[in-house]
């Protein structure tokens, strides 16, 4: 089982920042891809950036221009800063690992607990 661990959601006002952060754990050989997806209230989930492991990266394209998603290889971590927030990016946002390899098998989709990002006007 490949646990995902989020951390730096919260309550930022608009045009403010916020960068989130998410370790998968376990011995883990390689990730495929990492990523972030969110999901607003009463809306369904959707993409906001990936990475593969060789650093191509894709966003949703009302974050182009705002967010960036990096990774740290060896530390098996995906990164999202969030600027020039929005109250329209309010949502639980999820972090996505597609293509787990680990010591305990081959993992296609897990996911992350979610973590709450507010933007207030």
């Known amino acids: 089982q490949v646990q995902l661990v989020e951390s730096g959601g919260g309550l930022v006002q608009a045009g403010g920042s916020l960068r989130l952060s998410c370790a998968a754990s376990?011995?883990?050989?390689?990730?495929?891809?990492m990523g972030w997806y969110r999901q607003a209230p009463g809306k369904q989930r959707e993409l906001v950036a990936t990475i593969t492991s060789g650093g191509s990266t894709n966003f949703a394209d009302s974050v182009k221009g705002r967010f960036t998603i990096s990774r740290d290889n060896a530390k098996n971590t995906v990164y999202l800063q969030m600027n020039s927030l929005k109250p329209e990016d309010t949502a639980v946002y999820y972090c996505n690992a597609d293509g787990v390899y680990g010591h305990s098998g081959y993992y296609p989709d897990s996911w992350g607990q979610g973590t709450q990002v507010t933007v207030s006007s």
């Open positions: 376990g011995t883990i050989f390689s990730i495929n891809a």
